[in-house]
């Protein structure tokens, strides 16, 4: 008998990763380029560093789906992980510090 389940949930929860990582790779890139023209370089190095986190998330997302992928389809069970939770995180205060750098000044 096998635990894994064909109906594509690892499939849409990797396509919703991924559209979360690139909205906030274009919004860190929106923020770094009409942020800095207003608020100076912290701007951008705040957006450069939720660009970045925006990138390692979706690398770690497509890594978990292939590794999860994998397990499901030998019948084993799963393990907890939480690298892309913690590097869109990060991402995210980045780019909320970079707000408000913005907002102060």
Same mark, same amino acid.
């Not at 396509?15 to 923020?31: E, K, N, S």
């Not at 660009?51 to 997302?61: E, H, P, Q, S």
């Given at each position: *008998?096998?635990? +894994?389940?064909?109906?594509?949930?690892?499939?849409?929860?990797?396509?919703?990763?991924?559209?979360?990582?690139?909205?906030?790779?274009?919004?860190?890139?929106?923020?770094?380029? +009409?942020?800095?023209?207003? &608020? #100076?370089? &912290?701007?951008?190095?705040?957006?450069?560093?939720?660009?970045?986190?925006?990138?390692?998330? +979706?690398?770690?997302?497509?890594?978990? +789906?292939?590794?999860?992928? #994998?397990?499901?389809?030998?019948?084993?069970?799963? #393990?907890? #992980?939480?690298?892309?939770?913690?590097?869109?995180?990060?991402?995210?205060?980045?780019?909320?510090?970079?707000?408000?750098? *913005?907002?102060?000044?």
């Amino acid at each position: *008998m096998t635990v +894994y389940d064909e109906g594509l949930q690892l499939e849409r929860t990797l396509l919703a990763w991924r559209r979360t990582c690139l909205a906030i790779a274009v919004g860190a890139l929106g923020l770094a380029k +009409y942020g800095g023209d207003t &608020a #100076g370089p &912290a701007v951008v190095a705040l957006s450069a560093v939720g660009l970045v986190l925006a990138v390692v998330a +979706y690398a770690l997302a497509s890594r978990r +789906y292939h590794r999860r992928h #994998g397990t499901l389809t030998g019948g084993e069970r799963l #393990g907890s #992980g939480g690298r892309s939770h913690a590097a869109l995180a990060g991402a995210v205060v980045a780019m909320a510090s970079a707000c408000l750098v *913005m907002a102060v000044r």
